[in-house]
């Protein structure tokens, strides 16, 4: 079964080699093992519990400065912060800014403080209670050596199915900028607030739940859009 849905009540809005942390091909002759504590803000991440979002599990993040790392974290509960390492990170790295979820191919400006190749996937997998990780952006930027604040690059909306059998949810919101809710772009942390310019767009989404062939009747889904103002 297929819907069509139109808008939504929005949601308050703000992871190269896994085992060593970075590319096996690029380890900087002055690594180090290296750790950052990461915080969640406005409600930035992978697991809603009420209305926080926490992380959750294994976690994996790009950090980005004059190279470009991935920092893993193990968590045993769901929490607010997390520390994530990385045992090949160059002692020469001063201000960084850091990406969840990690991808191997973004680009970093730290002068303009942006990040470039960010993907707000057409298709996305959710969860019950929660939405599809690889969609929901978050940036951080750090000139102190060990903590990152993470602030969401997206907005979130949900709907709960009222019927059985659906297996997709497409959605189209009218009234938007140009019609886009998704796309490839790049970040832009600016005075500490995260700013999403698309260079490439789609007008809508498909969610689809992230096991099973169905949507859990009465469940709530979330999904991934461009931030911007959307009708009620």
């Given at each position: 079964m297929f819907a069509a849905v139109a808008m939504f009540a929005v949601v308050a809005c703000e992871k190269e080699n896994?085992?060593?942390?970075?590319?096996?091909?690029?380890?900087?002759?002055?690594?180090?093992?290296?750790?950052?504590?990461?915080?969640?803000?406005?409600?930035?991440?992978?697991?809603?519990?009420g209305s926080a979002s926490l992380w959750s599990g294994t976690e994996n993040i790009s950090v980005l400065g004059k190279g470009s790392y991935q920092f893993n974290a193990t968590l045993e509960?769901?929490?607010?912060?997390?520390?994530?390492?990385?045992?090949?990170?160059?002692?020469?790295?001063?201000?960084?800014?850091?990406?969840?979820?990690?991808?191997?191919?973004?680009?970093?400006?730290?002068?303009?403080?942006?990040?470039?190749?960010v993907v707000i996937p057409t298709i996305q997998k959710a969860p019950k209670g929660s939405y599809d990780s690889s969609?929901?952006?978050?940036?951080?930027?750090?000139?102190?050596?060990?903590?990152?604040?993470?602030?969401?690059?997206?907005?979130?909306?949900?709907?709960?199915?009222?019927?059985?059998?659906l297996k997709k949810v497409c959605i189209y919101i009218p009234g938007t900028s140009k019609g886009s809710v998704v796309g490839t772009g790049k970040v832009a942390y600016?005075?500490?607030?995260?700013?999403?310019?698309?260079?490439?767009?789609?007008?809508?989404?498909d969610v689809l739940p992230s096991t099973g062939t169905y949507f859990v009747k009465g469940e709530t889904y979330y999904f991934a859009v461009m931030p911007g103002s959307y009708p009620d």
């Open positions: 896994a085992e060593n942390g970075a590319s096996s091909q690029n380890i900087p002759a002055d690594a180090i093992e290296k750790t950052f504590s990461a915080a969640l803000v406005d409600d930035v991440k992978t697991v809603i519990s509960e769901p929490s607010a912060s997390a520390t994530f390492t990385c045992s090949t990170y160059s002692a020469s790295e001063e201000a960084v800014m850091a990406v969840y979820p990690y991808k191997a191919n973004y680009t970093v400006d730290l002068t303009n403080k942006t990040v470039s190749n969609a929901h952006i978050a940036v951080a930027y750090s000139e102190d050596g060990e903590n990152l604040a993470f602030k969401n690059a997206v907005s979130l909306f949900k709907f709960t199915p009222q019927m059985d059998n600016n005075a500490g607030v995260p700013t999403f310019t698309a260079t490439t767009s789609g007008k809508y989404v």
